[in-house]
């Protein structure tokens, strides 16, 4: 099993290495063959459970397309070397249609939480996460800022 | 504070803040006057708002809404002044929440929570987020189905 920091570094390189820089080629090496995720769906009729590689790469496609300039931060990370939760922020132009929501053009801050499943290889195995502002930050007529 | 405390801290609010119902008891032990919450529903661009009362709020207006709540911790995972769980609940929903009357319908769900704490050990940064179906869309999903009209 990876140590606690082994395992963070695996989750940092997903956030850099594979989103915000869209190497998406990394997948097949960072995540199990059996990768199983748990994520809010992106569009209506679309259930929120999916597994495998292929379906991951769709995703981070999806994303890229309503995106382009998407980049995400880790604001925080702990681990116990087999689950890795990660209090992060993506952000980036909202330029087609994501979730249900029509593009805005405007540049976009979303939170969430992350949460990351490795096996003994240290290779991801399940993702389950969630948006704390998505629905707020995608609005036509966003609310106030505080 | 050691991580033991603060998993400590974490086990007491849902012990007793959520499954007792008893947020008011424990709040100014565990949450600091300044908190920071950042969840659905916070009607700010950036979803977070602060101080003792949205906290509170959030809370309060969740168990009272589902009354008969429980949670779970399915993981917890605390370094030093970070700690994160996965809240798995389930409970009746008895009164308007979300701007969902009552359906009275037994809903399943799950949080992710990731808190980090003061220097006394007090929740200083609290961020929830749902994962699954959010419950929002659980309750409405109820009522379209005709069940509650």
Same mark, same amino acid.
């Given at each position: 099993m990876p140590t606690p920091e082994e395992a963070k570094n695996v989750i940092r390189r997903l956030f850099g290495? $594979?989103?915000?820089? /869209?190497? $998406?080629?990394l997948i097949d090496e960072m995540y199990a063959e059996d990768y199983e995720f748990d994520a809010p769906a992106l569009a209506s009729g679309s259930g929120p459970v999916k597994t495998g590689r292929e379906a991951f790469k769709a995703r981070v496609a999806a994303f890229r397309t309503a995106f382009p300039d998407a980049h995400y931060t880790v604001q925080d990370i702990v681990s116990d070397g087999r689950i890795v939760c990660t209090r992060m922020e993506f952000g980036g132009t909202h330029a087609a249609p994501f979730a249900g929501f029509a593009p805005t053009g405007r540049d976009s801050k979303v939170t969430g939480i992350h949460y990351a499943l490795l096996n003994e290889q240290g290779k991801i195995k399940k993702t389950w996460a969630g948006f704390t502002n998505i629905a707020e930050a995608l609005a036509p007529n966003p609310p106030a800022e505080s | 504070m050691s991580v033991e405390q603060n998993i400590a801290t974490i086990k007491k609010f849902v012990a $007793?803040?959520? /499954?007792? &119902? &008893?947020i008011d008891s424990i709040m100014s032990e565990i949450c600091a006057p300044d908190v920071v919450l950042e969840a659905p529903g916070v009607p700010t661009a950036a979803g977070q708002a602060s101080g003792f009362a949205i906290f509170r709020e959030a809370v309060f207006g969740w168990t009272d809404a589902f009354p008969d709540v429980q949670v779970d911790i399915a993981s917890l995972i605390v370094e030093g002044n970070s700690g994160s769980f996965d809240l798995p609940y389930s409970g009746t929903h008895a009164k308007e929440f979300a701007g969902v009357p009552p359906t009275n319908e037994k809903v399943h769900g799950a949080e992710l929570w990731f808190v980090q704490f003061d220097d006394e050990g007090r929740f200083k940064n609290v961020r929830i987020c749902e994962y699954g179906t959010p419950l929002r869309a659980a309750l409405i999903a109820a009522q379209a189905h005709g069940v509650h009209p």
């Amino acid at each position: 099993m990876p140590t606690p920091e082994e395992a963070k570094n695996v989750i940092r390189r997903l956030f850099g290495e $594979v989103l915000t820089d /869209n190497h $998406v080629e990394l997948i097949d090496e960072m995540y199990a063959e059996d990768y199983e995720f748990d994520a809010p769906a992106l569009a209506s009729g679309s259930g929120p459970v999916k597994t495998g590689r292929e379906a991951f790469k769709a995703r981070v496609a999806a994303f890229r397309t309503a995106f382009p300039d998407a980049h995400y931060t880790v604001q925080d990370i702990v681990s116990d070397g087999r689950i890795v939760c990660t209090r992060m922020e993506f952000g980036g132009t909202h330029a087609a249609p994501f979730a249900g929501f029509a593009p805005t053009g405007r540049d976009s801050k979303v939170t969430g939480i992350h949460y990351a499943l490795l096996n003994e290889q240290g290779k991801i195995k399940k993702t389950w996460a969630g948006f704390t502002n998505i629905a707020e930050a995608l609005a036509p007529n966003p609310p106030a800022e505080s | 504070m050691s991580v033991e405390q603060n998993i400590a801290t974490i086990k007491k609010f849902v012990a $007793v803040g959520l /499954n007792e &119902k &008893k947020i008011d008891s424990i709040m100014s032990e565990i949450c600091a006057p300044d908190v920071v919450l950042e969840a659905p529903g916070v009607p700010t661009a950036a979803g977070q708002a602060s101080g003792f009362a949205i906290f509170r709020e959030a809370v309060f207006g969740w168990t009272d809404a589902f009354p008969d709540v429980q949670v779970d911790i399915a993981s917890l995972i605390v370094e030093g002044n970070s700690g994160s769980f996965d809240l798995p609940y389930s409970g009746t929903h008895a009164k308007e929440f979300a701007g969902v009357p009552p359906t009275n319908e037994k809903v399943h769900g799950a949080e992710l929570w990731f808190v980090q704490f003061d220097d006394e050990g007090r929740f200083k940064n609290v961020r929830i987020c749902e994962y699954g179906t959010p419950l929002r869309a659980a309750l409405i999903a109820a009522q379209a189905h005709g069940v509650h009209p």
